[in-house]
């Protein structure tokens, strides 16, 4: 019965996509408000029948029915609860099903939201667009990946989720998460999709996706540290971030979101970069895709990515037709889309935001290449290459470093042309502060030129964030009398995309400086200790206490106790462990972590105790990695800030004592608070 159930949702849902794409085509073509009514409420469909269908593989997870071969692969009786409802995303089918909801839900967004404008045709065309995709990734669930497929013989006990999706909480955040980002980029898709056929490629339907593309764009940072968090909490290698071509699809649309978003500000201020940011908002969407075929068709080895499906030329070729259709489309609007503004100097806000743009598009090429070039490489020559993390730490850091300079001095710039005055005068201190910094890291023993450039770009970029906060609290106070602490708080909301965006970027310098120091310092060691002996690490000194071990229907683990000592303080005990599940061979290491201000003790067990008690214990001394999680914190906070309603003013007379003229002043009207416009 969840079969039937569950197959005929997916099948309604399919079949709902199908009614309103007919639905809108017609009403459009008949200019019909009644079919176009119609169109849009079968959205409300697609959404409904893709929630039963998640709700219907949720009951046969819950309650254990093996007679679907989803739930036997991916569950068993002795799967914990919490871990027995992840299965929904732990596996191929219903991942996409899971995509089917959050783009059923995105979708529902739109309507509702422009439910006033039922008969604009360019909310018609992005909903049929909308539409499209999700009667593609039901098509998917209906062929290659239907998850209500039923076995022939039932067995006793299924499988269980792979092990590594079942030993930690974050299984029940990351991915979908993950999703709500990958799936959000949908709507500037069908937006984009819909000014290129409608010829509306001004600014308009930047305005209507605006808010819709930061959720995304929050959603896929969020879930980006969050899978960073996974892979240093479970994998036991001590790192966080491998170039792993699975991360690598993540971090792919995440780069032409950025740029996207930031590019949008010169197209609303200046009406420049129409066809740039029509082409990012598609290239986007398709590495979604592309992150969708290396993550589900099982072409590359990754401990993220789902085993060999016969998917992957379904997604190879919707990619296609995706790409197709956007070039094609750019390329017949082509002579439409000619800008009216222009730069007007090399040293202008335009002029870093284009700089920035090229260098986020060089930055995702080289990650696209490191990424795709090995499959290629095996598909013609039939021999398996490796591009590995030396090959993305060589091309990276130069363009990270220089997009860490762009972020620091671009919001300082004015639009248009400005004088050398202004400029020196907005950027002289943070510079000054950036280079007495480099001059610190070095006479407290740092080498690396990277390494230098890193700590005085982040302190550059610290001090110009601290004088843009700073301009809004003195520009309110001296404007509207303010006390400090009322100044700011009114300054962020008059202005949420700014502070928003700041906030992000001391985020981002926050994430560059650990990068830094994670690369140069820390330590690695394994030591063999029988019980009661000790080794020191580093400063740190640890003791074998005792070893025992658990069994469980869901697992057995193998534990050591070490007590973690740092001089005379005792730091607590920890307990790295190994642990073997029914459905795997190998063990799986838990790490242990004690997480301080300035570094991590980072325990895994190499080597389980022998017949003398024996352990071999690895050793990893992570520099400031509490800052990256930090920094993620402050990334998704500002994406908040950059979300709320801007707080209208008043009328209200000024003081005769508001700022007057000189070398800083900017003759573009202002609010109280400073208008130098930034983005997250």
């Known amino acids: 019965m969840k079969a039937a159930l569950g197959y005929a949702a997916v099948a309604f849902g399919a079949g709902a996509s199908v009614v309103g794409i007919t639905a809108l085509l017609a009403g459009l073509q008949l200019r019909d408000a009644f079919l176009l009514r119609f169109g849009r409420r079968c959205v409300f469909v697609v959404l409904l029948a893709a929630v039963a269908a998640a709700g219907v593989m949720e009951w046969a997870l819950l309650t254990h029915d093996f007679s679907l071969r989803y739930v036997a692969e991916n569950n068993a009786t002795g799967t914990p609860l919490l871990y027995t409802i992840t299965g929904l995303w732990a596996a191929l089918e219903g991942s996409i099903l899971l995509w089917a909801v959050i783009l059923g839900g995105y979708l529902t967004f739109v309507v509702l939201k422009f439910r006033r404008r039922a008969s604009d045709p360019l909310v018609a065309i992005a909903t049929i667009t909308g539409l499209v995709v999700a009667l593609f990734f039901f098509a998917l669930m209906l062929g290659p990946a239907n998850p209500f497929r039923e076995l022939a013989t039932v067995p006793v006990d299924g499988r269980g989720p792979n092990p590594l999706l079942q030993n930690h909480v974050l299984m029940a955040f990351h991915p979908p998460i993950l999703y709500l980002g990958y799936v959000g980029f949908t709507v500037p898709f069908m937006f984009g999709i819909a000014a290129l056929v409608t010829g509306r490629f001004g600014e308009g339907w930047l305005a209507d996706t605006r808010r819709a593309t930061l959720v995304a764009w929050g959603f896929l940072t969020v879930g980006i540290i969050l899978g960073a968090w996974w892979s240093y909490e479970v994998l036991g290698w001590g790192g966080f971030w491998a170039w792993d071509p699975v991360e690598n699809a993540s971090l792919l649309p995440w780069l032409t979101g950025t740029a996207f978003i930031h590019s949008v500000i010169v197209q609303e201020r200046r009406g420049m970069l129409r066809v740039w940011n029509l082409s990012l908002v598609i290239a986007t969407f398709c590495l979604t895709i592309l992150g969708t075929f290396l993550t589900r068709s099982g072409v590359i080895d990754s401990v993220h990515a789902f085993t060999q499906s016969d998917i992957g030329p379904w997604l190879l070729a919707f990619l296609g037709v995706v790409a197709a259709t956007g070039i094609g489309l750019v390329a017949w609007r082509g002579d439409q889309l000619r800008a009216p503004g222009r730069i007007d100097s090399a040293v202008s806000r335009e002029s870093a935001f284009l700089a920035n743009n090229l260098l986020f598009a060089g930055l995702a090429f080289v990650v696209l290449l490191g990424t795709v070039f090995p499959l290629i490489a095996e598909a013609l020559r039939g021999s398996r290459l490796s591009v590995g993390e030396p090959y993305f730490d060589r091309m990276a850091t130069p363009i990270g470093l220089a997009l860490l300079f762009l972020m620091a001095a671009a919001p300082a710039l004015p639009w248009r042309a400005t004088s050398g005055e202004v400029v020196r005068n907005r950027l002289l201190v943070p510079a000054w502060i950036g280079g007495l910094t480099m001059l610190g890291a070095v006479v407290l ?174 050793v990893r001394i992570n520099p400031m990695i509490v800052w990256l999680w930090i920094g993620g914190g402050f990334m998704a906070l500002g994406t908040v800030l950059a979300l709320a309603p801007r707080l209208r003013h008043r009328s209200r007379p000024l003081r005769t004592s508001a700022v007057a003229p000189g070398p800083d002043h900017d003759p573009e009207p202002r609010d109280p608070e400073p208008r130098e416009e930034v983005s997250v």
């Open 445 to 618: 023993g740092a080498r690396g030129l990277a390494e230098i450039l890193a700590y005085g770009l982040g302190a550059f970029a610290t001090a110009g964030i601290v004088r843009q906060f700073a301009l809004g609290i003195r520009g309110r106070r001296r404007a509207l009398g303010e006390s400090r602490a009322v100044a700011l708080g009114r300054a962020t909301r008059s202005n949420p995309r700014l502070y928003g965006g700041l906030v992000v970027h001391f985020g981002v310098v926050l994430i560059a400086v650990v990068l830094a120091a994670s690369s140069a310092y820390g330590a690695n060691r394994d030591v063999k200790l029988a019980r009661g002996q000790s080794a020191t690490v580093s400063g740190y000194t640890l003791t074998y206490l005792r070893s025992h071990t658990e069994r469980s229907d869901q697992k057995t683990t193998v534990s050591a106790d070490i007590k973690v000592e740092r001089g005379d303080r005792l730091l607590g005990t920890y307990s790295p462990a190994i642990s073997t599940y029914p459905n795997s061979t190998e063990g799986i290491g838990t790490p242990s972590v004690h997480t301080g201000v300035a570094d991590d003790v980072y325990l895994t067990l190499v080597s389980s105790p022998n017949s003398q008690q024996r352990i071999t214990l690895g």
